[in-house]
């Protein structure tokens, strides 16, 4: 049976009508949902439910007893090993239900770093995420490191400052991105017959080979695009205009994280400049 986990921001207290109805089309669908116990989104998700009269509903908690069980749906209760009260005794309970869920439905406000870390543990089960932006009213497919990048440039620079400090945000989308990339490399490995041990050695370097060309093309990009940005005089605000992106994308790309860029992004705001890419591939040399 298909099970969605269902949350959102804790500073939303009211469900935008396009997330009502969503929920709705869940409930009516038979099928089963996960929830939180917390205040905020996660209540008003609850009372979203009982309205709605769902009875496929199981309501997560850590420790014995939840804050809100407002239909008193059947209880999953999660025992971490941290201190009571603390940010990772309460997240625990999350990383369960990204666990046990095939799917995600998030209700973000482009600032709580729970919200998000939840379309993390999702991206690394390789589940997908619909998330819900709550200022924008409009919903994001999210699946890879990509889609997040895409995402959270709908982040204020301060709301990204803050997720760098509680859950070092950059360096999660990276890992997402190579581990995402490893899993590829495997896939093709294991596609192969087997080969003898210098092989394997020979592979190694190969892999290593494709993640600096990588890298190599998106630093090209990123200066190509600094370099337009700079001689057009644009300030930062101007060229996310331009550009189609959020001004701490811009922040980003000025100061080269080019961890947090996929490729398919680097292209498109190369395009929005008007620019043109030309590409040449050359022979190892012997």
Request: aromatic content about 6%; glycine content about 4%; some cysteine.
């Amino acid at each position: 049976m298909t099970t969605v986990f269902i949350a959102g921001s804790i500073a939303i207290s009211r469900l935008d009508d396009k997330v009502k109805a969503r929920i709705e089309n869940i409930v009516a669908s038979d099928l089963d949902i996960v929830v939180g116990d917390a205040d905020g989104a996660d209540t008003s998700i609850q009372e979203c439910l009982r309205e709605f009269g769902a009875k496929r509903v199981t309501v997560y908690c850590s420790g014995d007893h939840p804050r809100n069980n407002l239909a008193q749906w059947p209880v999953a209760n999660i025992y971490p090993n941290s201190k009571p009260g603390s940010r990772a005794f309460f997240t625990a309970k999350d990383l369960e239900m990204a666990r046990t869920s095939n799917y995600g439905l998030m209700i973000w406000d482009c600032k709580s770093t729970g919200t998000l870390s939840n379309v993390i543990e999702l991206i690394k089960e390789n589940k997908k995420s619909v998330v819900f932006i709550n200022k924008n009213k409009e919903f994001l497919n999210i699946s890879n490191p990509d889609d997040l990048n895409h995402l959270v440039a709908f982040m204020s620079e301060f709301a990204r400052s803050k997720a760098e400090q509680k859950i070092g945000l950059s360096s999660k989308i990276h890992g997402l991105a190579q581990e995402q990339y490893s899993l590829i490399v495997d896939s093709d490995l294991n596609d192969k017959e087997p080969t003898d041990d210098s092989s394997s050695t020979t592979n190694d370097f190969s892999e290593a080979s494709v993640i600096t060309e990588n890298m190599k093309l998106r630093e090209k990009l990123i200066t190509a695009i600094e370099n337009h940005v700079k001689s057009q005089g644009w300030t930062q605000a101007e060229a996310a205009i331009r550009l189609g992106v959020t001004q701490p994308r811009i922040s980003d790309l000025l100061r080269h994280k080019t961890n947090v860029f996929g490729l398919d992004s680097l292209v498109n705001m190369v395009s929005a400049t008007g620019m043109h890419i030309e590409m040449r591939i050359a022979e190892p040399a012997l």
